[in-house]
């Protein structure tokens, strides 16, 4: 499966999440870590689901990007 994960850059470094596995998050000080870290989130999540017997979510989150003009 292939989940969307949103990384936001905050004042101390980055934080990322996956909207289709709320609670599935990671904190870092570069985008590289918190890339690393997510992808190790997403495998202990998805595990703890199996494990626990709760169904697994269809990845459904997409990404789209639009362009707006630039104000000078």
Same mark, same amino acid.
């Given at each position: 499966? *292939?989940?969307?994960?949103?990384?936001? *850059?905050?004042?101390?470094?980055?934080? &990322?999440? @996956?909207?289709? #596995?709320?609670?599935? =998050? &990671? @904190? !870092?000080?570069?985008?590289?870590?918190? #890339?690393? #870290?997510? *992808? +190790? !989130?997403?495998?202990?999540? =998805?595990?703890?689901?199996?494990?626990?017997? +709760? /169904?697994?979510? =269809? /990845?459904?989150?997409? =990404?789209?990007?639009? +362009?707006?003009?630039? @104000?000078?």
């Amino acid at each position: 499966m *292939r989940y969307a994960i949103i990384v936001e *850059r905050s004042e101390t470094g980055y934080g &990322a999440y @996956v909207p289709d #596995l709320p609670g599935c =998050v &990671a @904190v !870092a000080e570069t985008a590289p870590e918190v #890339l690393a #870290l997510i *992808r +190790e !989130a997403v495998a202990f999540h =998805v595990d703890s689901m199996r494990e626990s017997g +709760e /169904p697994i979510p =269809v /990845p459904s989150s997409r =990404v789209e990007y639009i +362009e707006v003009p630039q @104000v000078a």
